[in-house]
């Protein structure tokens, strides 16, 4: 894949440099989209995180299930002392003794306070974050290959528009020469042409040199080198209402969303914390056997031991470690509900300010297409006027740098406007896979969670879930009655300020 990668952004980079026609098969939006979604790095890394993530909601879980661990020992000792006595009733000298044993052990956490219980809330609500992280990077991919590939569009454009005006000047320049030589007009005409011409070809490097840039930009983001684009397709879901764009991006935005679930998962910290003071009870069993002699370890079978009991464990003082991490899983809350306010100000910015550029570009389109529609008309009246007489070179040369900048603002006007509209969806939320197209086949990050997540799980698992969650420290909602006036005042601003198409 890596080298077919490299071999088609070569010949792409290669195509612009030299001038040669760029590759011949035709590709549409929702094909890039498409390839983009299935191959792109930054995708699929998020995607293995939100796996790796998921993880944590066995880890927490397997906190009500039994441990169970086997163990064997074999000990060997040896005293020296002196010799005491006389034969046959002596004592000391060289005691050598050898002993073993195995065993099996049973534990079985009942209740924790709500340790287990908050820890598994904390880590679902974290797995919640997770997706929408994951949303937020697959949008931004989304809105890269949009990007990238009204860029290539764009910059073919202008390439196009820069070589057809190269023919035109030549053209110009050729017949300029030619009325030079009847003495038509002066060696100052010829010159101008000449400057014109020297002029355009820069700009028709500088245009090829964008045009192997974009195309760059579109290999990395996308998998494959462009090949021959089609049309831009109009975007589904813009908003035609200010306040309606805003109102959905504060309820779909990923990151507004992962702010919130952030936040809940540091809410349950706080009670798992909390639980620390708690008592915990605990089942034990165990069953083993000893030998004491390693010559005769087949006797341990006839020297067995089995025993049961309930363990009850009290936190009386731990040097303040409890409430240490009692304060910092608050602030650690605290934290996490303003992140919540930040994600919610980034969004009515990004609303904003996409919902403007894309009036504006709007704006810029029309007025660029009526531009190159009268500059049109103006440059082939003025180069007939010109062969009569009544116009000079340099106003001819005039009218068509007036056209072709007409035509490149008009390109770079319809690029704007349609990235402009991407950037608004993405703001809202709704600028993922099924959003572009309805048949891409998508990847749903829930089917992973809900593989793994009873993957080791036993029959009582819910039963000790709720025994564990009686009487544990409750979960206190952060306070938003604080922030609610702010986030209504900076809304009603923003609208009242937003552009109206």
Not at 137 to 158: K, N, P
Not at 439 to 462: E, F, I, K, Q, S
Not at 466 to 495: G, H, T, Y
């Amino acid at each position: 894949m890596l080298k077919r990668t490299r071999a088609l952004a070569s010949v792409a980079v290669i195509a612009v440099l030299t001038g040669m026609s760029a590759p011949a098969w035709a590709e549409t939006l929702k094909e890039a989209l498409a390839l983009a979604y299935q191959t792109n790095p930054s995708l699929l890394a998020q995607r293995a995180n939100q796996r790796a993530l998921d993880e944590s909601i066995v880890q927490a879980r397997a906190g009500l299930r039994p441990s169970l661990d086997v163990s064997a020992s074999a000990n060997y000792s040896r005293t020296d002392s002196p010799v005491t006595g006389t034969p046959p009733f002596t004592t000391g000298g060289v005691v050598e003794s050898d002993s073993g044993g195995v065993s099996i052990g049973l534990s079985q956490t009942l209740w924790s306070g709500g340790r287990i219980g908050h820890g598994i809330s904390a880590a679902e609500a974290n797995i919640l974050a997770g997706r929408e992280d994951l949303r937020d990077i697959e949008q931004t991919v989304l809105t890269s290959v949009i990007q990238a590939y009204a860029d290539v569009i764009r910059d073919g454009e202008i390439l196009a528009i820069r070589q057809s005006n190269l023919g035109v000047l030549q053209r110009q320049l050729e017949e300029a020469s030619a009325r030079f030589e009847v003495g038509e007009i002066t060696r100052t005409d010829v010159a101008q042409s000449e400057s014109r011409l020297a002029q355009t070809e820069a700009d028709l490097a500088n245009a090829r040199a964008q045009l192997s840039v974009s195309r760059a930009a579109y290999a990395a983001v996308v998998g494959q080198a462009p090949g021959d684009l089609e049309p831009m397709p109009v975007l589904p879901g813009i908003p035609t209402d200010f306040d309606n764009a805003l109102d959905v991006a504060l309820t779909d935005n990923p990151a507004i969303r992962s702010a919130i679930y952030s936040q809940r998962a540091a809410e349950a910290n706080v009670a798992a914390a909390k639980a620390e003071y708690m008592p915990s009870a605990r089942l034990t069993a165990s069953y083993g056997g000893s030998a004491d002699d390693l010559d005769r370890l087949g006797d341990i079978a006839d020297n067995t031991r089995f025993q049961a009991g309930a363990t009850i464990s009290v936190p009386l003082f731990t040097g303040g470690l409890n409430s240490s991490r009692v304060a910092q899983a608050l602030e650690r809350a605290n934290v996490a509900q303003i992140n919540v306010e930040g994600a919610r100000r980034n969004t009515l910015q990004a609303v904003s300010s996409a919902y403007a550029q894309s009036i504006s570009s709007r704006a810029t389109l029309q007025a660029g297409e009526e531009a190159v529609r009268a500059a049109t008309v103006a440059a082939e009246g003025v180069r007939q006027e010109a062969q009569v007489g009544l116009r000079t070179t340099l106003d001819v040369l005039n009218q068509e740098l007036e056209l072709r900048n007409a035509q490149v603002t008009l390109a770079s006007a319809r690029r704007n406007e349609y990235v402009a509209q991407a950037n608004l969806l993405a703001a809202m939320g709704r600028l993922e896979g099924q959003d572009l197209d309805a048949a891409m086949t998508v990847y749903d990050p829930a089917a992973n969670y809900n593989r793994v997540r009873n993957r080791g799980g036993l029959p009582w698992d819910g039963i000790v879930e709720a025994i564990d969650r009686i009487a544990s420290p409750a979960v206190v909602p952060a306070n938003d009655a604080e922030d609610a006036p702010i986030d209504a005042q900076l809304k009603s601003e923003v609208v009242r300020t937003a552009p109206r198409d």
